[in-house]
């Protein structure tokens, strides 16, 4: 298997690809579960997280996995940056890769703007979320997530290969035209062989959105119907001042996934969301809470993100001769 | 300076010629088209009854009249980093064009006949080809107040135009359209709706899903196009549709036509040629307005040209820096160069693919961009000023934007292998790209 040089997109990612950075997420989970989370692996390199839009969870995420792994982290948000300054994507890039930076991830409100940079810079690029478009690691550790829940992380008589979802139906519901975590979502779960469906209001669904590998309804008891993962994607308010939405109280009477919702869905059904959430509005705090049949993963969901990000870090960044071998990480 | 273009295929569709012939061109302009004289039993330097003549063998090339483009971004004033009448005019040599019309958005606008006859000066001066300045319809293309018209077209302005700034009031439209009217100007107009486009950098569509940029849906077009079809209707002002890129705006165009409204309209090449598959990967150079659609809009809008409904192919050259167009893919500017590429893309593939006979593309960008805003070019009419383009068609050429003559290089054309390509252009007699 050719090596990853940047990650950007799991439209883009090969299969493969994708179940071996789920294997060695495994394995780092087993680090995070320690008292003392640090091995040497990255020693000496450095990982630059440059947002260009705020994150608690993300950037946090990523840091740590860097720090477990004994790299040096730096971050750079865009307020006291020479970004404010007007300096270009490429500038930026071109300078942190100068400064002997290792890798790079780039959190971007632009579609797209992590390619860019992966043009601008010879070193690896990791994509943290650009704009609408893609939100690689968060679609990972969500597969991470499915896959632990339902099971299916090591290989078994009916499914040979690790990390197979076939059979399982994943309903993602809420605002599916903005979010980069429902696209990475799609492309990752189906190469894996899961079933997707998108559920939302049609001034939400994206364009052509049949086109891509899912089932798309409008009708929330059509999309839960006998689902074996709910993911609930948040709802940002200024949807209503744009005129797509007429208010939050009607969207959660329609789409807001309540106890009442989830019945629909498989009684073993994972609930999941990417953060963060509006209790009351896409998710009944009952449901966010756990006080359903099921069970909800969102705790899990920003552990596996840490393995996840760890896993990445990892394999994009080739571990020098004199910072231990590759297999002193798990 | 006689020159005798000797032994080509001439292809003049104005006047309904396509005969291997001499080309004979007195002080600058067509004296005639003649049987050809053979080389062997032709003096040098003469031709019957035309001394002092230079000769150029045309034999096994093809010989039109020197290509318009009545779509081009000239960028000067104001813009000269992306381009300017020289190396616009060098471009427009180097593609075959001898008449290019150019936008007023420039900076200030052509919204003022100092402008329009600054740019006519510029050109006399340093232009490699004939410049006719398209006028604003309003001033500082802001799209209320209407700009001194009639003192526009006095100073030359050869048509009006609110491209790239779309009037969006109806009623400004239709006042503006009534006022071109009396002074029998063709106004060109660029059709969106901008309230359907707002933060759109791509055509709405899968493509645009999956890569999550906000999109430009093709209602957008249809709907500005069909506002400004039935306001010409109403005012029986001259309306020229800007870049058509949907099957649906060419519907417009050719249900315009039968209810006899005073309507044109035009494609680009890129339309003709890509799909919105071409922003994969973000590439900002194939980022247009209106943009690249899909294959079922370039199916229809190459039948559209090959029936005729659409009259003209025009580039909408439109140069930008290279540090503009490698910004974040919604941050960089829109548009893409067209000069240097329009002939060979265009026979490579319309006439190379069947889809639309040589006479119709060389009517399409000579003769008919002509009509269609009443300029005197086009033709090798006897009496017409000599501007003529040579072609290779057997020549083979791979897109290389370093050898561009323009300033930039925002092409997404690069690397392609295309037939056909120019290879002297002459204005008004003159040699001015071989």
Same mark, same amino acid.
């Given at each position: 298997?050719?090596?990853?040089?940047?990650?950007?997109?799991?439209?883009?990612?090969?299969?493969?690809?994708? #179940?071996?950075?789920?294997?060695?997420?495994?394995?780092?989970?087993?680090?995070?579960?320690?008292?003392?989370?640090?091995?040497?692996?990255?020693?000496?390199?450095?990982?630059?997280?440059?947002?260009?839009?705020?994150?608690?969870?993300? #950037?946090?995420?990523?840091?740590?996995?860097?720090?477990?792994?004994?790299?040096?982290?730096?971050?750079?948000?865009?307020?006291?940056?020479?970004?404010?300054?007007?300096?270009?994507?490429?500038?930026?890039?071109?300078?942190?890769?100068?400064?002997?930076?290792?890798?790079?991830?780039?959190?971007?409100?632009?579609?797209?703007?992590?390619?860019?940079?992966?043009?601008?810079?010879?070193?690896?690029?990791?994509?943290?979320?650009?704009?609408?478009? /893609?939100?690689?690691?968060?679609?990972?550790?969500?597969?991470?997530?499915?896959?632990?829940?339902?099971?299916?992380?090591?290989?078994?008589?009916? #499914?040979?290969?690790?990390?197979?979802?076939?059979?399982?139906?994943?309903?993602?519901?809420?605002?599916?035209?903005?979010?980069?975590?429902?696209?990475?979502?799609?492309?990752?779960?189906?190469?894996?062989?899961?079933?997707?469906?998108?559920?939302?209001?049609?001034?939400?669904?994206?364009?052509?959105? #049949?086109?891509?590998?899912?089932?798309?309804?409008?009708?929330?008891?059509?999309?839960?119907?006998?689902?074996?993962?709910?993911?609930?994607?948040?709802?940002?308010?200024?949807?209503?001042?744009?005129?797509?939405?007429?208010?939050?109280? /009607?969207?959660? +009477?329609?789409?807001?996934?309540?106890?009442?919702?989830?019945?629909?869905?498989?009684?073993?059904?994972?609930?999941?969301?990417?953060?963060?959430?509006?209790?009351?509005?896409?998710?009944?705090?009952?449901?966010?809470?756990?006080?359903?049949?099921?069970?909800?993963?969102? /705790?899990?969901?920003?552990?596996? +993100?840490?393995?996840?990000?760890?896993?990445?870090?990892?394999?994009?960044?080739?571990?020098?001769?004199?910072?231990?071998?590759? +297999?002193?990480?798990? | 300076?006689? %020159?005798?273009?000797?032994?080509?295929?001439?292809?003049?569709?104005?006047?309904?010629?396509?005969?291997?012939?001499?080309?004979? @061109?007195?002080?600058?302009?067509?004296?005639?088209?003649?049987?050809?004289?053979?080389?062997?039993?032709?003096?040098?330097?003469?031709?019957?009854?035309?001394?002092?003549?230079?000769?150029?063998?045309?034999?096994?090339?093809?010989?039109?009249?020197?290509?318009?483009?009545?779509?081009?971004?000239?960028?000067?004033?104001?813009?000269?980093?992306?381009?300017?009448?020289?190396?616009? $005019?060098?471009?427009?040599?180097?593609?075959?064009?001898?008449?290019?019309?150019?936008?007023?958005?420039?900076?200030?606008?052509?919204?003022?006949?100092?402008?329009?006859?600054?740019? @006519?000066?510029?050109?006399?001066?340093?232009?490699?080809?004939?410049?006719?300045?398209?006028?604003?319809?309003?001033?500082?293309?802001?799209?209320?107040?209407?700009?001194? @018209?009639?003192?526009?077209? *006095?100073?030359? *302005?050869?048509?009006?135009?609110?491209?790239?700034?779309?009037?969006?009031?109806?009623?400004?439209?239709?006042?503006?359209?009534?006022?071109?009217?009396?002074?029998?100007?063709?106004?060109?107009?660029?059709? =969106?709706?901008?309230?359907?486009?707002?933060?759109?950098?791509?055509?709405?569509?899968?493509?645009?899903?999956?890569? &999550?940029?906000?999109?430009?849906?093709?209602?957008?077009?249809?709907?500005?196009?069909?506002?400004?079809? %039935?306001?010409?209707?109403?005012?029986?002002?001259?309306?020229?549709?800007?870049?058509?890129?949907?099957?649906? $705006?060419?519907?417009?165009?050719?249900?315009?036509?039968?209810?006899?409204?005073?309507?044109?309209?035009?494609? &680009?090449?890129?339309? %003709? $040629?890509?799909?919105?598959?071409?922003?994969?990967?973000?590439?900002?150079?194939?980022?247009?307005?209106?943009?690249?659609?899909?294959?079922?809009?370039?199916?229809?809008?190459?039948?559209?040209?090959?029936?005729?409904?659409?009259?003209?192919?025009?580039?909408?050259?439109?140069?930008?820096?290279?540090? =503009?167009?490698?910004?974040?893919?919604?941050?960089?500017?829109?548009?893409?160069?067209?000069? =240097?590429?329009?002939?060979?893309? @265009?026979?490579?593939?319309?006439?190379?693919? &069947? *889809?639309?006979?040589?006479?119709?593309?060389?009517?399409?960008?000579?003769?008919?961009?002509?009509?269609?805003?009443?300029?005197?070019?086009?033709?090798?009419?006897?009496?017409?000023?000599?501007?003529?383009?040579?072609?290779?068609?057997?020549?083979?050429?791979?897109?290389?934007?370093?050898?561009?003559?323009?300033?930039?290089?925002?092409?997404?054309?690069?690397?392609?292998?295309?037939?056909?390509?120019?290879?002297?252009?002459?204005?008004?007699?003159?040699?001015?790209?071989?």
């Amino acid at each position: 298997m050719t090596g990853m040089t940047d990650l950007l997109s799991l439209r883009e990612l090969d299969v493969r690809h994708i #179940r071996n950075i789920l294997a060695t997420a495994s394995n780092m989970r087993e680090i995070l579960d320690r008292s003392v989370k640090k091995v040497p692996t990255l020693r000496g390199r450095a990982v630059v997280t440059l947002f260009y839009e705020a994150s608690t969870r993300t #950037r946090t995420s990523f840091e740590l996995a860097a720090k477990y792994m004994s790299a040096d982290a730096v971050n750079i948000s865009v307020a006291q940056s020479s970004v404010s300054k007007g300096e270009s994507l490429k500038d930026t890039l071109r300078t942190l890769q100068s400064v002997t930076a290792d890798c790079i991830v780039i959190r971007h409100s632009s579609s797209g703007a992590a390619h860019q940079a992966a043009r601008f810079a010879e070193i690896p690029v990791i994509n943290a979320g650009d704009g609408r478009h /893609e939100h690689p690691t968060q679609g990972l550790l969500d597969a991470l997530t499915i896959a632990e829940a339902k099971g299916r992380c090591s290989p078994s008589d009916a #499914r040979p290969v690790a990390f197979d979802l076939s059979g399982l139906t994943v309903a993602i519901v809420g605002d599916l035209a903005h979010s980069r975590v429902a696209r990475s979502n799609v492309w990752c779960l189906t190469k894996l062989g899961a079933t997707v469906r998108w559920c939302g209001p049609a001034t939400l669904i994206p364009a052509d959105a #049949r086109s891509l590998p899912v089932t798309v309804t409008t009708d929330l008891r059509e999309g839960l119907a006998d689902a074996d993962v709910v993911m609930v994607l948040r709802l940002q308010t200024e949807r209503m001042e744009k005129g797509l939405l007429p208010s939050m109280r /009607e969207y959660a +009477g329609v789409w807001g996934v309540s106890p009442r919702a989830l019945a629909w869905a498989k009684p073993d059904a994972l609930v999941m969301h990417p953060g963060p959430m509006n209790r009351g509005i896409e998710i009944s705090a009952d449901v966010a809470d756990g006080h359903v049949p099921g069970s909800v993963a969102i /705790e899990d969901q920003v552990k596996n +993100g840490v393995a996840v990000r760890m896993a990445c870090l990892y394999l994009l960044i080739e571990p020098g001769s004199d910072a231990g071998g590759r +297999g002193e990480t798990a | 300076m006689n %020159l005798i273009v000797r032994g080509g295929r001439i292809l003049d569709p104005s006047q309904g010629i396509d005969r291997v012939a001499d080309l004979i @061109i007195v002080d600058g302009v067509v004296e005639a088209i003649a049987p050809t004289e053979h080389a062997a039993n032709a003096p040098e330097s003469s031709h019957a009854g035309v001394p002092e003549c230079e000769i150029v063998d045309a034999s096994g090339l093809l010989v039109t009249p020197g290509l318009v483009d009545i779509h081009v971004h000239l960028r000067e004033p104001g813009f000269e980093y992306k381009e300017d009448i020289e190396s616009g $005019t060098r471009a427009a040599a180097a593609g075959g064009f001898t008449s290019v019309c150019c936008m007023p958005n420039t900076d200030p606008a052509i919204d003022s006949p100092a402008v329009v006859r600054q740019i @006519i000066e510029r050109a006399e001066d340093v232009g490699f080809a004939r410049v006719f300045p398209i006028a604003s319809l309003t001033r500082a293309m802001a799209g209320d107040r209407l700009a001194d @018209i009639a003192d526009l077209k *006095a100073a030359g *302005a050869c048509a009006i135009s609110d491209d790239a700034f779309p009037v969006q009031s109806s009623e400004t439209m239709r006042r503006g359209m009534e006022y071109c009217a009396q002074f029998g100007l063709t106004l060109m107009t660029h059709n =969106e709706d901008q309230s359907l486009t707002v933060g759109g950098a791509m055509n709405e569509g899968v493509v645009a899903t999956t890569l &999550g940029v906000p999109g430009i849906p093709r209602v957008s077009e249809d709907i500005g196009a069909a506002r400004n079809i %039935l306001l010409s209707r109403l005012t029986g002002c001259r309306l020229h549709l800007l870049h058509i890129s949907t099957g649906t $705006t060419a519907q417009l165009l050719r249900w315009a036509k039968e209810v006899g409204a005073p309507v044109t309209g035009e494609t &680009g090449p890129h339309y %003709l $040629t890509l799909t919105d598959e071409a922003c994969e990967g973000f590439n900002t150079n194939a980022k247009m307005n209106p943009p690249l659609r899909t294959a079922e809009d370039r199916a229809a809008l190459r039948a559209a040209l090959a029936d005729g409904t659409i009259d003209v192919i025009a580039t909408d050259h439109a140069p930008h820096a290279g540090y =503009e167009k490698e910004r974040e893919f919604d941050k960089a500017p829109f548009g893409i160069l067209g000069l =240097e590429t329009a002939f060979g893309l @265009i026979y490579t593939h319309l006439v190379g693919s &069947g *889809a639309l006979s040589l006479s119709d593309a060389i009517r399409c960008m000579t003769h008919a961009p002509a009509e269609a805003l009443r300029l005197p070019v086009g033709t090798l009419k006897p009496g017409a000023r000599a501007d003529v383009a040579i072609f290779d068609l057997n020549a083979r050429w791979t897109v290389d934007p370093a050898s561009f003559r323009s300033k930039s290089r925002n092409t997404p054309f690069a690397g392609w292998e295309l037939q056909g390509k120019p290879v002297m252009t002459i204005l008004g007699g003159r040699v001015v790209h071989v």
